[in-house]
């Protein structure tokens, strides 16, 4: 086996390392999970009790609030999951034991995508039942994995350097907005179409713009930690 | 085993220290004294790769294993120590050695405690928690910064063994601390970094 191979099998296993240590700490604690799921719930509950039956455009509307609900769920989850590392300086020994900045940044975005998956599952039964949607379309699942990739690539860049620099986590729900719109559009829009019509004809393109925002949030992420993990030395 | 060349660190425009070099052999031990502020953790980062010096350069003789042991514990107050030993020993790569953790263990009194959680424990348990981290990956060069800060005369003594004991099977070590009285006790050579502030 050649030293490439070696270094790669090395990385995937330390990927799964800290993947592991932080679900299990996260589980055990389930701080994370119950504040986002109680944040999240609130929200749609509120949303229900607002929102007149009948109006028109329903699901376009509520398919903006999935995913703005999503997004800032995100937020909280990838504040708790960089804290883990963060709290007790843990993160500067993972760093001193050379792990690399890319395999750290997947790791955490792995784990958000997890916790935020678990929320999601709890809070779409809860969307079904107030707002009677029809989520009977499997691409629904294909959907939120795919948004979920990129909400929690995007959550974790900020989330890494708002804690590492001390800033308000306040400042992430104002910086995320921008950077995630195009992004959230699609979404809301495949969301829509799907709830209403349930033709996955019409929601192509949107789904290849997704997997392309994906791509380019994971790639970007991975080099723009590394650089600032550098700099910050 | 360990040269220094140089050394300087600024931040936000007020340099901390200039000028450092040092040396630290094999089975020597180095003390960093200085008041608070002087740049002695900055220093230990340096020397563990963790953070940068802005001039010099730290230049090893031979290729050797180095860990560090901070200000704070490093460790995750939600899982016990031997989930802390064994996360930390899997990504870094290193091998715990059964016998060698025995003994690390008894000789820091921690054998009845391995299943605690850190948040459970006493400020002297989890300092003695982070060093069992720190001994069992097996360093050539150790880099403690203020081991001794917080704790009682029985704990500071048994440290103090407990790194004559390193120093005599070959290890090198790096202590700062800004008791000089008990850092000088036990080390080597001394590294006052009052000398080096601006």
Known sequence: MNSNSDSIIRDIKTLFFLLKKDLKLEFRSLSTILITIVFTALIVVLFNIAFPFGVAQKNEIISIIIWVVFLFSSLIVSSGMIELDTKDNSLELILMYGIKSEIYFLSKVLSVFTILSIVQLTIFSLFYVLFQLNFQNSVIILVAILTNIGISSITVILGILSVRNNLNQNILSILVIPFTLPYLLGAVEVTNQLTESGNINYILNSLYAIVAFDLIFLISGALLIGVYFKLEK | ?198
Request: net charge negative.
């Open chain 2, 1 to 198: 085993m360990i040269k220094a060349n140089n050394l300087s660190k600024s931040y936000n425009g007020n340099r901390i220290f200039s000028g450092i070099e040092f040396n630290v052999e094999k089975s020597r031990i180095l003390g960093v004294v200085g008041n608070n502020g002087s740049g002695k953790t900055t220093l230990l980062k340096i020397v563990a790769g963790i953070i940068n010096s802005d001039t010099g350069s730290i230049n090893f003789k031979e290729k050797i294993k180095l860990d560090f042991l901070g200000h704070e514990n490093m460790l995750y107050q939600n899982f016990s120590i031997s989930e802390n030993i064994n996360f930390f020993s899997e990504i870094s790569g290193f091998k715990i050695c059964p016998e060698l953790q025995d003994e690390i263990e008894k000789a820091l009194g921690l054998q009845n405690i391995l299943g605690k959680k850190i948040s459970d424990l006493s400020y002297g348990q989890r300092k003695k928690a982070s060093m069992l981290r720190l001994l069992i990956s097996d360093p050539d060069l150790l880099i403690l910064d203020e081991p001794f800060s917080n704790l009682d005369s029985d704990s500071t003594d048994s440290f103090i063994s407990i790194l004559k004991t390193l120093r005599e099977s070959g290890k090198s070590i790096i202590i700062s601390s800004n008791r000089k009285d008990i850092v000088g006790s036990v080390s080597d050579n001394l590294l006052n970094m009052d000398d080096y502030n601006e």
